[in-house]
């Protein structure tokens, strides 16, 4: 997995709705997440298994509306089980 999410560094991701979320600038946490660059002062950690490909195509299968909500995760840190956990809920 760690090869394929390699190739998704520099790739833009949307939202379900055809939203831009941003560009992917990293893959962190030993393959698992990636860090999607939002804008300048914002950044969004993303577990690569939500992550779905058709293509050339990134999308994460949520709304725009609540990307904007998603948990925040400081990617220069462990990630903790909390973490996990949050973002694992609000994919439900």
Request: proline share 3%; glycine share 8%.
């Amino acid at each position: 997995m760690a090869s394929v999410t390699q190739e998704f560094v520099g790739r833009q991701v949307y939202s379900r709705d055809g939203d831009k979320i941003g560009e992917i600038k990293e893959v962190i946490y030993g393959g698992e997440y990636v860090l999607i660059r939002r804008s300048f002062y914002s950044k969004l950690v993303a577990s690569v298994s939500a992550i779905e490909s058709s293509g050339e195509r990134l999308a994460i299968p949520l709304s725009s509306g609540y990307i904007q909500h998603a948990p925040q995760v400081d990617p220069k840190r462990e990630l903790s089980a909390a973490d996990k956990a949050a973002w694992t809920t609000s994919l439900r």
